[in-house]
T-cell receptor, first 111, second 116 residues
Framework: SQQGEEDPQALSIQEGENATMNCSYK?????LQWYRQNSGRGLVHLIL?????REKHSGRLRVTLDTSKKSSSLLITASRAADTASYFC???????????FGKGTRLSVIA | DTAVSQTPKYLVTQMGNDKSIKCEQN?????MYWYKQDSKKFLKIMFS???????INETVPNRFSPKSPDKAHLNLHINSLELGDSAVYFC???????????????FGEGSWLTVV
């Protein structure tokens, strides 16, 4: 299966703390994307990292990619209550293969 | 303006009924998708269309029939609904089907289907 795993499945932190979510996958990728889903809403794209990149930043988000370990992490710094959501990684392989999503990490940021 | 819009947002129906979910995108994208998200949040691709042509059909029961009248619309019709069809169905679009070059997917808000 191309499906990977995200861990932890759920994470609860205090506002102001950093949140780290991990994503592992099994097959080679061209890029890896992170999406966010607020409760009862659709998924929103956050950041994309290509297979030849090791780290990428966007505001309070930092994504790393280790292709040798087939893993990625998403770090949210100085978390806010509004960051409460589920976060999904999605892998892109070659050609027209669809994005493969993990099961997500449910992040709760407590004010 | 909503980029990917789908209707209805909520749908409660009895087993055996037939229902449709409509989707429209105003992003000018060539590719549209249907994803299914189960109660455990697992998101799985069902179909993908590029310029009205089916390019991905992920072993979905043939009770599910997508239709794309034009590249801005992708509707999902479900026949003989079963309890296990209860899920959230997401329509989505991307500029092109080839996601390896960094195309990202834009999702609709989801349609909550409950079969009773």
């Amino acid at each position: 299966s191309q499906q990977g795993e995200e861990d932890p499945q759920a994470l609860s932190i205090q506002e102001g703390e950093n949140a780290t979510m991990n994503c592992s996958y099994k097959t080679s990728i061209n890029n890896l994307q992170w999406y966010r889903q607020n409760s009862g809403r659709g998924l929103v794209h956050l950041i994309l990292i290509r297979s030849n990149e090791r780290e990428k930043h966007s505001g309070r988000l930092r994504v790393t990619l280790d292709t040798s370990k087939k893993s990625s992490s998403l770090l949210i710094t100085a978390s806010r209550a509004a960051d409460t959501a589920s976060y999904f990684c999605a892998r892109s392989n070659s050609g027209n293969t669809p994005l493969v999503f993990g099961k997500g990490t449910r992040l709760s940021v407590i004010a | 303006d909503t980029a990917v819009s789908q209707t209805p947002k909520y749908l409660v129906t009895q087993m055996g009924n037939d229902k449709s979910i409509k989707c429209e995108q105003n992003l000018g994208h060539d590719t549209m998708y249907w994803y299914k998200q189960d109660s455990k949040k697992f998101l799985k691709i069902m179909f993908s269309y590029n310029n009205k042509e089916l390019i991905i059909n992920e072993t979905v029961p043939n009770r599910f029939s997508p239709k794309s009248p034009d590249k801005a619309h992708l509707n999902l019709h479900i026949n003989s609904l079963e309890l296990g069809d209860s899920a959230v169905y997401f329509c989505a679009s991307s500029q092109a089907p080839d996601l390896q070059f960094g195309n990202t997917i834009y999702f609709g808000e989801g349609s909550w289907l409950t079969v009773v």
